[in-house]
């Protein structure tokens, strides 16, 4: 981004919009880094307004601890060598003696541990980006360029031990400098003349390339959810319906190794909760003895669906689509044909479509570059790993399906189901909050929330968070619904209910709300509802419940309840609140 550029942004801001802060936390003048980032987290977050704060020149510890008082909606914190011990830079003179490098060394130690320390010590919610140090060292070591120094190698092995201990903090994300590295040349990052005549060290460029990093895990963007692949030169090279089973190949003695890699990745994706399924124009027997060979990486169990016939790709993607029952921006396709590519397009503009090169193996290992962040998440969750196991449930579950709109009374009532809700407010439930922020179709109202925003709703005297888990003969859904609302008195006010549409037509949301007038002696509900283009599922409920309601909001009180309440078979259990 140019400079010119980020202050057109900045000056077309909505200016009655929230804001949402961030505190820019360096020991240097941020100048120009400062505007980058505003700029970069305004394409991010379009209906807010940004207000990025910073802190006293040279600093650094200071500024970390006002974090306490500022409570910003996130904070980026920048560590350069200067800020660990003067005379790491360049505008403090005397300090370049060979025989001070031990006590550099030593001082740097305890500015790490003093900054690790306060970092642990914070109380504020939000995400701390934390950057160690992106500019080169002075060369103020005894060794030529060429050659790294003892003492060099304790520095960098120090920052490395700060980066692991700090990151344990769930709140805490480290940039990554391979990926810095990529986009930020080395010897193009120092600007020794605005250094010296400003306190800002950065070249333009370097410093917009970190106010992007910077932005993007503030932003945190929600992961896909599914991959749906090719198979014939993409999951394998060659035709399976020309030369059989035993002729494809996806290793280095077949000239195939970029597609071996790229089964063991959607292998991994799998294990890491992501949905795979193949779309393919072959036979389904063909298929099924390729992915019974032994050497096969992705294996078929990883596979759901697998869409193999001979129609349209577009319609098996219609297919897996419903199946799965999620929404094409969540979804990635794979396939080496860009005809095929581009009729799945047309049928499905919000996929995200990529062609797979089959024939340069540059391009597939840069492919799989693009997924690892389409797909990258910093931690997997037991419901991650849940999701292909609870399509699965799902589907035998709607093998049984006996009327159109939800499941036969005998059904439910033979399904052993168990729902197990806690009413603890645990501002750290990851997956509480993805479901608030990724759910589309049972959604009281479509809002998303910040993490700053959550701690700082859960944080209100009277605010309450419900959550449920779902279990059955079938198998376990994991926690699949999550509500967040206020009590006064004996009237809850539900501001946030979402449930994942693998728990759809199990009456749970009816259960939730038994739990709910229970759990808190209410007499009435009243639901911040809004009808949005995705969520008509909620609003059914809301129709059933509250037939006369209006276009936003809606009241249920106890007795009407009851008095609509179908059957409920579930076996109803509560987590302690710890």
């Not at 394409?43 to 910073?54: G, W, Y």
């Not at 060979?98 to 006590?103: A, N, P």
């Not at 001979?310 to 080496?336: E, H, M, Y």
């Not at 033979?414 to 809700?421: D, G, H, I, L, S």
């Amino acid at each position: 981004m140019k400079l010119i550029d980020a202050l057109k942004i900045i000056a077309s801001a909505p200016g009655d919009s929230s804001l949402f802060t961030v505190a820019l936390v360096t020991g240097f003048s941020p100048l120009h880094l400062k505007s980058f980032l505003q700029a970069e987290l305004q394409q991010l977050f379009p209906q807010k307004r940004i207000v990025v704060t910073t802190g006293l020149f040279g600093d650094v510890a200071g500024n970390l601890r006002e974090l306490n008082t500022t409570q910003p909606d996130a904070a980026a914190i920048v560590i350069e060598w200067e800020d660990l011990d003067a005379r790491l830079g360049i505008r403090q003179l005397g300090g370049w003696d060979s025989s001070q490098l031990d006590d550099i060394v030593s001082q740097a130690q305890m500015r790490l541990a003093q900054f690790a320390a306060i970092i642990g010590n914070l109380t504020v919610s939000c995400p701390l980006v934390v950057c160690p140090p992106t500019l080169p060292l002075p060369p103020v070591f005894t060794t030529a360029s060429w050659q790294t120094s003892e003492q060099e190698l304790s520095l960098r092995e120090q920052l490395t031990n700060f980066s692991k201990g700090v990151s344990q903090n769930h709140a805490v994300r480290i940039v990554n400098a391979e990926r810095l590295a990529v986009l930020s040349q080395a010897d193009k990052r120092l600007d020794v003349r605005q250094a010296w005549a400003a306190g800002f060290p950065y070249q333009l460029p370097h410093a917009s390339v970190l106010a992007s990093l910077f932005s993007r895990l503030i932003h945190n963007p929600i992961p896909m959810k599914g991959l749906v692949t090719d198979l014939d030169n993409t999951l394998w090279n060659g035709i399976v319906g020309e030369v059989g089973p035993g002729g494809v190949y996806w290793d280095l003695d077949h000239h195939s190794q970029g597609h071996g890699l790229y089964q063991q990745f959607l292998s991994e994706l799998a294990s890491e909760g992501v949905l795979i399924a193949a779309a393919s124009k072959n036979e389904p027997a063909t298929v099924t003895e390729a992915f019974n060979r032994n050497d096969i990486l992705l294996r078929s169990e990883q596979v759901f669906p697998m869409a193999v016939s001979w129609g349209s790709k577009a319609r098996a993607i219609s297919t897996i689509l419903a199946q799965w029952n999620i929404g094409p921006d969540s979804v990635v396709f794979v396939d080496d044909d860009p005809l095929e590519i581009e009729e799945v397009l047309e049928a499905h503009p919000e996929l995200t479509c990529l062609r797979f090169p089959s024939n340069d193996p540059q391009a597939i290992y840069d492919l799989l570059n693009r997924l690892r962040d389409l797909f990258g998440k910093a931690s997997v969750s037991s419901e991650d790993k849940l999701r292909l196991e609870s399509i699965r449930v799902n589907s035998a579950f709607q093998n049984e399906l006996t009327n159109v709109d939800g499941f036969s009374e005998a059904l439910l009532e033979r399904a052993q189901a168990k729902v197990t809700f806690s009413a603890a407010k645990n501002g750290g439930d990851a997956r509480a909050l993805e479901l608030v922020n990724k759910t589309n179709q049972f959604n009281l109202n479509g809002r998303r929330l910040t993490e700053a925003e959550w701690h700082s709703y859960l944080g209100q005297n009277g605010s309450f968070l419900v959550t449920a888990s779902y279990d059955d003969r079938f198998g376990s859904l994991g926690k699949i619904a999550a509500v967040i609302g206020r009590q006064s008195a004996s009237v809850l006010h539900v501001d946030r209910w979402v449930m994942s549409c693998r728990a759809f037509a199990r009456r749970i949301e009816y259960q939730t709300l038994m739990f709910m007038f229970d759990k808190f002696e209410a007499t009435v509900i009243s639901f911040d509802y809004e009808k949005t283009q995705r969520n008509a599922p909620f609003t059914k409920l809301i129709s059933d419940l509250c037939p006369n309601h209006p276009s936003t909001g809606c009241e249920l009180t106890r007795e009407h309840f009851l008095a609509v309440c179908p059957r409920l078979f579930h076996q109803v259990l509560e987590a302690p609140d710890g």
